[in-house]
């Protein structure tokens, strides 16, 4: 679990949709299949994400293909090195209605490697991320993200994170954006080297991301 630096008071008092069945600490364990939360929550002082986050897992890897590129080509990897990925966290609001997915990485030579990677070159301009959103459509397109502005990755079309799950031990999970609806999000990076997940039809109920 994750949770914000100098959070508001009160939020565990809070309810969740009758699918968290309690407090967060409840809700990862569920969402794990059993396995229990550390138990100190990772804190991380940024006021531009929820008081409270779910961890899925460790980010490992994604996929994503570039906006306006041919379909029928092979999509574009983006790796990170077993450092980074140890301190780069997907994770998801549970108190969110669709329980929007974030990426938060808490090691600064981790963004800064990021920001070298896909924010200096890439060619695309930095806009609202609420704009961006509104490039895919779907349930998380709308005004409800920070006020950053970003340049966009690509489509996303893959992600892969890495966990423990009651029964199959520490794994890694892929999860393909848009499978059932059609509808992906797409992938952005600030200048800061923070990842951002913009728009999609996923949600992130009980045992996996789904779309």
Known sequence: MIRRKNRSSGFFSKSYKSKAAGNPENMYREWHWGVNPNPEPIEVDDSDYPDVLI???????????????????????????????????????????????????????????????????????????????????????????????????????????????KGDGYSFYVHKMGEESGIQPIIAVSKDGRLWIAGGNYTAPIQGITD
């Open 55 to 165: 961890e899925c897992g460790r980010l490992v890897e994604f996929t994503y293909r570039p906006i306006g590129g041919n379909i029928k080509r092979k999509d574009r990897l983006y790796k990170l090195s077993k450092t980074d990925s140890n301190k780069t966290h997907l994770v998801f609001n549970p108190y969110h209605e669709f329980d929007k997915l974030y990426i938060v990485c808490t090691d600064s030579k981790a963004k800064k490697t990021v920001a070298n990677d896909l924010y200096k070159t890439n060619p695309f301009q930095s806009v609202p991320l609420a704009d961006i959103s509104y490039h895919t459509g779907g349930r998380h397109m709308g005004e409800d993200y920070p006020d950053i502005d970003a340049k966009a990755i690509g489509i996303l079309t893959t992600i892969v994170y890495a966990c423990e799950k």
